[in-house]
């Protein structure tokens, strides 16, 4: 086994660093910084709106007659700034809210501070390191619908990763206008509120004001597979969705970056919406094999019941899992999607 050896900082190395942070922090004067929340971020490149604004604002410097009028941005609650970070800052992204600086000469901020985060979505890049995505999301929406018919293990999964992220979820089957009298998808609906799930069913052009309720006060995220209707409810909730983001884009001039940048659009006066098409993705990033037990919480609980430590739960004759299912405590949906997601990861694993 390769050992990994630690660096070490020598006491000197470490005084000058800290006085290098020490002389960086000293430079800005951060006693009258803005309360900011970052609506939209790519990379390091980040935009914030004005939470807060200064008390007194900047005065405009004045120019003699026949001067061109020089640059200046007033700085307006909801305004948005395009912002760098001061460099020990961590990585920052949407959602997340700052303390911040606006310079109106320049039309550009500087981020001071982070607040702490209520909650964290991530994903393991390329090189399998994490990355964040977005922060204080306090509500996913897992949009399923009648039609494409939802993959077995697929909701478990999503069940799986935001129980991990530690953010509740909220089921909603979309589509209804095309369920059929006594279709199974209604009993799948029951099978997971008797879990304790909570669990909506909407048509994306009807009344969606049951919806729109349970979004009060809360920063969402909308996730599910392609063509459940995702973007036809955002439309519907947020009709400015579009337009907003539009107008961003172009003051950021990141136009080619538009697609894959995640963004932050008010829903009324108390809510938001993140979202990116990386972010609709989410739960079907990587998963960890210990994070699928949790996010299993009926099986959780027998587990560590079979005769054998190492049971597979599937051949083995007394398997308290199978056990658990013969005597309804388990739905067999729900324990064949646990193998499945289990196997998937075990796959996987083995492949890289
Ligand atoms: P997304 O990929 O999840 O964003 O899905 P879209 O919003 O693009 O919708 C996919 C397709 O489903 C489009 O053709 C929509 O018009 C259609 N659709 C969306 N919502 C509903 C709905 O409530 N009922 C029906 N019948 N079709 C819908
Ligand atoms: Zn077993």
Redesign the pocket.
């Known amino acids: 086994m390769a050992l990994i050896r630690k660096r070490r900082l020598t006491d000197q190395q470490k005084r000058r660093i800290e006085k290098q942070h020490k002389s960086r922090q000293e430079e800005l004067d951060t006693s009258n910084d803005l309360e900011g929340l970052v609506v939209q971020h790519y990379g390091r490149q980040l935009e914030v709106q004005a939470l807060t604004i200064p008390n007194p604002h900047p005065e405009k410097p004045i120019v003699a007659t026949g001067e061109p009028e020089p640059f200046w941005k007033p700085i307006e609650l909801g305004s948005v700034w395009r912002c760098h970070t001061r460099t020990n800052l961590e990585l920052l992204v949407t959602g997340d809210k700052v303390k911040w600086q606006a310079d109106p000469n320049t039309g550009l901020g500087i981020i001071t501070a982070i607040h702490p985060r209520t909650s964290l979505l991530t994903r393991p890049d390329r090189y399998h390191k994490v990355k964040p995505v977005a922060a204080n999301v306090s509500l996913i929406v897992i949009v399923f619908a009648v039609l494409p018919e939802p993959a077995p293990t697929l909701i478990d999964r999503y069940l799986v990763a935001c129980n991990d992220a530690d953010i509740p979820a909220l089921l909603v089957l979309n589509k209804t206008d095309l369920l059929k009298d006594d279709d199974h998808l209604l009993k799948l609906v029951q099978e997971y509120r008797n879990l304790g799930y909570e669990v909506m069913l909407t048509q994306s052009d009807g009344d969606l004001t049951e919806l729109k309720q349970r979004l009060e006060n809360e920063t969402v995220a909308f996730v599910g597979q392609s063509g459940v209707g995702k973007s036809s409810l955002i439309n519907s909730i947020v009709p400015e969705a579009l337009q907003k983001t539009n107008i961003i884009s172009e003051n950021s001039a990141l136009g080619q970056h538009t697609t894959t940048s995640t963004r932050l659009i008010k829903i009324g006066e108390n809510s938001a919406l993140i979202d990116s098409p990386g972010i609709r993705e989410f739960g079907l990033w990587h998963l960890d094999l210990e994070k699928i037990d949790a996010g299993f919480p009926e099986i959780s609980d027998v587990l560590g019941h079979?005769?054998?430590r190492n049971?597979?739960?599937t051949h083995?004759k007394k398997?308290?899992?199978?056990q658990a299912v013969e005597e309804n405590k388990i739905l067999a949906r729900r324990l064949t999607s646990y193998l499945r997601l289990i196997d998937e990861i075990t796959e996987a694993q083995q492949k890289s």
């Open positions: 079979c005769q054998y049971c597979t739960h083995e398997c308290a899992l199978k």
